[in-house]
């Protein structure tokens, strides 16, 4: 009897122990959640970086600049487009589709918090973005608040770069000692003293280190980062729509509005923007718009996947023009073989009838005349594309870009013909100066040969 009654009292047991692992949350679980974001830091920092380069290209003197200058590049009128509603829904398409890129790494740290509002984040941004819903009150109200904020962004991606330069020296000064170290048990070549001094500056590393993790990203809470990024991705785009007249002023806070409206759009027609390609299809939604937007027209380079190649082709041919007289039989080979069988065909027509000699001074100064007013306005296109895809290339590698290049000031959405005409006529032009500069060489040389 006794026996069977401290079975009972076993099983009960039991059941109750298990009862309360079912009714606690899975351990490993709850420690993600409120763990600190540790090495994601600097991902997160990067993110943050990049949000804060869109923000500023959003300011009154960047839409000055873009309204001013980028749009009314000689080489955009004349091989891109003359259509300033046109070229502006370009560069609001394009900065949104940046913003949509940082939303969704945003999202994917999102999903660490214990906030279950900003684990929805991609949900309620899309809901932002096509609705203007701001369930939680993310979109920050007063300029003070947006200022403060920015101001935290840039701290934050400061001292995180300061803690990586600082881990890295840790890291280098470890590997010294280590080095040291072997070096003193296989050859005795090292004194002790150095080895103490490794030591203790190590020790010192260590703690700045430690110093630098406290201040940084890196002690700082899922929540706490993605509320700041959440937050100023629905500034960021609540001052794109403003700006570039996708939505009405009255419907966003003050502190996002300015004179930049006026900047962006012409005087006589302040929703020029609003009226153009973006709003043609309002059933799509605001992202996927922007992304049909950014798709180069068949006519265009970009549509060809040519684009990359003619940029280059460009820089090649505009060293040659300034120094044809370096250009050698081989680089001008090797130029014709990179040239499409388009540009091959139209040079041959060009060249047809054309005599052997080039022996005419004022000729040959014509052509340079023209080949440099031709680079004057098609070379900032070709340099553009170059660093607009090197920026890419790199920009995991970068905390902060480097350029405010945009699509619409490369060769991407050039006109494939008028390109290609401007490319011939260029060949045309070098292929006149640079026998020129052989006959005028060939010529003084002779001249010395018979004086000698």
Same mark, same amino acid.
């Given at each position: 009897?006794?026996? /069977?009654?401290?079975?009972?009292?076993?099983?009960?047991?039991?059941?109750?122990?298990?009862?309360?692992?079912?009714?606690?949350?899975?351990?490993?679980?709850?420690? #993600?959640?409120? &763990?600190? +974001?540790?090495?994601?830091?600097?991902?997160?920092?990067?993110?943050? &970086?990049?949000?804060?380069?869109?923000? =500023?290209?959003?300011?009154?003197?960047?839409?000055?600049?873009?309204?001013?200058?980028?749009?009314?590049?000689?080489?955009?009128?004349?091989?891109?487009?003359?259509?300033?509603?046109?070229?502006?829904?370009? *560069?609001?398409?394009?900065?949104?589709?940046?913003?949509?890129?940082?939303?969704? &790494?945003?999202?994917?740290?999102?999903?660490?918090? /214990?906030?279950?509002?900003?684990?929805?984040?991609?949900?309620?941004?899309?809901?932002?973005?096509?609705?203007?819903?701001?369930?939680?009150? %993310?979109?920050?109200?007063? *300029?003070?608040?947006?200022?403060?904020?920015?101001?935290?962004?840039?701290?934050?991606?400061?001292?995180?770069?300061?803690?990586?330069?600082?881990?890295?020296?840790?890291?280098?000064?470890?590997?010294?000692?280590?080095?040291?170290?072997? *070096?003193?048990? @296989? @050859?005795?070549?090292?004194? /002790?003293?150095?080895?103490?001094?490794? @030591?203790?500056?190590?020790?010192?590393?260590? =703690?700045?280190?430690?110093?630098?993790?406290?201040?940084?990203?890196?002690?700082?809470?899922?929540?706490?980062?993605?509320?700041?990024? *959440?937050? !100023?991705?629905?500034?960021?785009?609540?001052?794109?729509?403003?700006?570039?007249?996708?939505?009405?002023?009255?419907?966003?806070?003050?502190?996002?509005?300015?004179?930049?409206?006026?900047?962006?759009?012409?005087?006589?027609?302040?929703?020029?923007?609003?009226?153009?390609?973006?709003?043609?299809?309002?059933?799509?939604?605001?992202?996927?718009?922007?992304?049909? #937007?950014?798709?180069?027209?068949?006519? !265009?380079?970009?549509?060809?996947?040519?684009?990359?190649?003619?940029?280059?082709? #460009?820089?090649?041919?505009?060293?040659?023009?300034?120094?044809?007289?370096?250009?050698?039989?081989?680089?001008?080979?090797?130029?014709?073989?990179?040239?499409?069988? $388009? +540009?091959?065909?139209?040079?041959?027509?060009?060249?047809?009838?054309?005599?052997?000699?080039?022996?005419?001074?004022?000729?040959?100064?014509? %052509?340079?005349?023209?080949?440099?007013?031709?680079?004057?306005?098609? $070379?900032?296109?070709? @340099?553009?594309? #170059?660093?607009?895809?090197?920026?890419?290339?790199?920009?995991?590698?970068?905390?902060?870009? !480097?350029?405010?290049?945009?699509?619409?000031?490369?060769?991407?959405?050039?006109?494939?013909?008028?390109?290609?005409?401007?490319?011939?006529?260029?060949?045309?032009?070098?292929?006149?100066?640079?026998?020129?500069?052989?006959?005028?060489?060939?010529?003084?040389?002779?001249?010395?040969?018979?004086?000698?």
């Amino acid at each position: 009897m006794a026996l /069977e009654t401290w079975l009972i009292k076993v099983k009960r047991t039991i059941a109750h122990s298990l009862d309360s692992v079912r009714a606690s949350p899975p351990p490993a679980a709850a420690a #993600i959640r409120r &763990s600190n +974001v540790g090495v994601l830091a600097f991902e997160i920092a990067a993110v943050m &970086s990049k949000l804060l380069h869109l923000w =500023q290209s959003l300011s009154d003197k960047n839409l000055s600049r873009l309204r001013g200058e980028s749009i009314c590049l000689e080489g955009v009128r004349k091989i891109v487009s003359n259509d300033d509603a046109f070229l502006l829904g370009l *560069a609001c398409a394009e900065l949104a589709g940046n913003l949509r890129l940082i939303a969704k &790494s945003i999202a994917r740290v999102s999903k660490k918090c /214990e906030d279950a509002s900003l684990r929805s984040f991609d949900r309620l941004f899309e809901e932002f973005a096509d609705a203007g819903r701001d369930r939680h009150g %993310w979109l920050m109200i007063s *300029a003070k608040e947006i200022d403060v904020k920015m101001k935290k962004l840039d701290q934050f991606v400061a001292s995180t770069a300061a803690l990586h330069r600082e881990m890295d020296e840790l890291v280098a000064l470890e590997n010294g000692l280590k080095k040291s170290l072997q *070096a003193r048990d @296989h @050859h005795g070549s090292v004194k /002790e003293h150095k080895i103490i001094e490794l @030591h203790q500056k190590i020790t010192w590393q260590r =703690q700045q280190v430690k110093y630098m993790k406290e201040k940084s990203l890196w002690c700082r809470s899922f929540d706490t980062a993605t509320s700041i990024l *959440a937050r !100023t991705a629905f500034a960021v785009l609540a001052r794109m729509k403003l700006v570039f007249g996708v939505a009405a002023a009255t419907t966003l806070p003050r502190s996002l509005s300015s004179s930049s409206s006026a900047l962006v759009h012409p005087s006589e027609n302040p929703n020029l923007f609003a009226a153009g390609p973006l709003m043609k299809d309002s059933q799509l939604k605001f992202f996927e718009l922007n992304s049909e #937007i950014l798709k180069p027209p068949a006519t !265009t380079l970009g549509a060809a996947a040519l684009y990359l190649h003619y940029a280059n082709l #460009i820089i090649v041919m505009e060293k040659m023009i300034r120094s044809p007289q370096l250009v050698g039989v081989d680089a001008r080979d090797d130029l014709y073989s990179l040239l499409p069988n $388009s +540009v091959r065909f139209a040079l041959r027509g060009r060249l047809k009838g054309v005599g052997f000699t080039a022996s005419d001074p004022g000729l040959a100064a014509e %052509w340079r005349e023209a080949l440099h007013k031709i680079l004057g306005w098609l $070379s900032p296109l070709a @340099h553009n594309m #170059i660093k607009w895809q090197s920026e890419r290339s790199v920009e995991q590698q970068n905390l902060v870009p !480097t350029t405010n290049v945009l699509l619409l000031q490369t060769l991407y959405f050039a006109n494939q013909q008028k390109t290609e005409a401007a490319i011939t006529e260029l060949l045309v032009g070098l292929n006149y100066i640079w026998r020129f500069e052989r006959e005028m060489n060939a010529k003084a040389i002779f001249h010395c040969s018979n004086i000698n």
